[in-house]
């Protein structure tokens, strides 16, 4: 195998990136500029290929812990650490747009968010993004970790939160680790008894959402948070 210092100097993922920016680099390229150096008989970019392959692509980077990455030949608990930090960094990017955003009219920004930030979890978890008059995030909170069919949130936690924040509006959301994004009957009958709740309290839930890394489902858009509505009345 070939080290990186072996490449023509325009195919190196330094100096190319030096040269055409950071956004002419493929994926194995920027993952070796994060790497730096290979390892015996591999290059960073030996080591970006495997890494790739083990996570199955690159957002799947994003759900592996810091062990299951630094496992890989050529990686360690530093080069983790690092790629993890840059993940951390794009998360954080995407929650300040969410932050100055309408969720209604611009749900582009909070999917993109939500989808990254949940969507990679091994784990089903269940958040509330508290909104203001405006549609604003105010607040998003993780309130349990585990499955739907053995949650332990109650409309009195969510709507604690929501009062203590002076919300106005909120939006539920979790995420389903198999990837299949059709919600069970115990999302729907969760759903219901929120939305219950907050025709009560006069703050409305307007909408679930279910995420995974390869997309998301919106309760609104297919008409299930306005029958949800309609039972908890």
């Not at 969760?190 to 839930?205: D, F, H, K, S």
Request: hydrophobic share 40%.
């Amino acid at each position: 195998m070939r080290k990186v210092k072996d490449l023509p100097e325009g195919e190196r993922p330094r100096e190319k990136g030096f040269r055409l920016g950071a956004g002419a680099l493929s994926n194995r390229e920027l993952l070796a500029v994060l790497i730096r150096c290979g390892t015996n008989g591999q290059s960073a970019l030996d080591t970006a290929d495997v890494l790739l392959q083990k996570a199955g692509s690159v957002a799947g980077i994003a759900g592996m812990s810091d062990s299951e990455i630094a496992s890989v030949r050529g990686m360690s608990r530093i080069k983790a650490l690092e790629i993890k930090a840059c993940l951390e960094l794009s998360r954080r990017m995407l929650y300040e747009e969410v932050r100055e955003s309408d969720v209604v009219s611009s749900p582009e920004a909070v999917i993109s968010w939500l989808r990254m930030s949940l969507g990679q979890e091994a784990q089903e978890k269940f958040m509330v993004i508290y909104m203001d008059h405006a549609k604003h995030v105010l607040k998003a909170v993780t309130l349990f970790s585990g499955t739907a069919d053995m949650c332990p949130v109650s409309p009195r936690e969510i709507f604690r939160e929501a009062l203590r924040l002076s919300g106005t509006c909120i939006m539920l959301v979790h995420n389903h680790p198999s990837g299949n994004l059709t919600p069970s009957e115990a999302d729907i009958r969760l759903t219901e008894r929120v939305c219950e709740a907050g025709a009560l309290m006069g703050i409305p839930v307007i909408d679930h959402l279910i995420v995974s890394s390869s997309g998301y489902f919106s309760f609104l858009r297919e008409g299930i948070l306005q029958e949800s509505m309609t039972k908890g009345r």
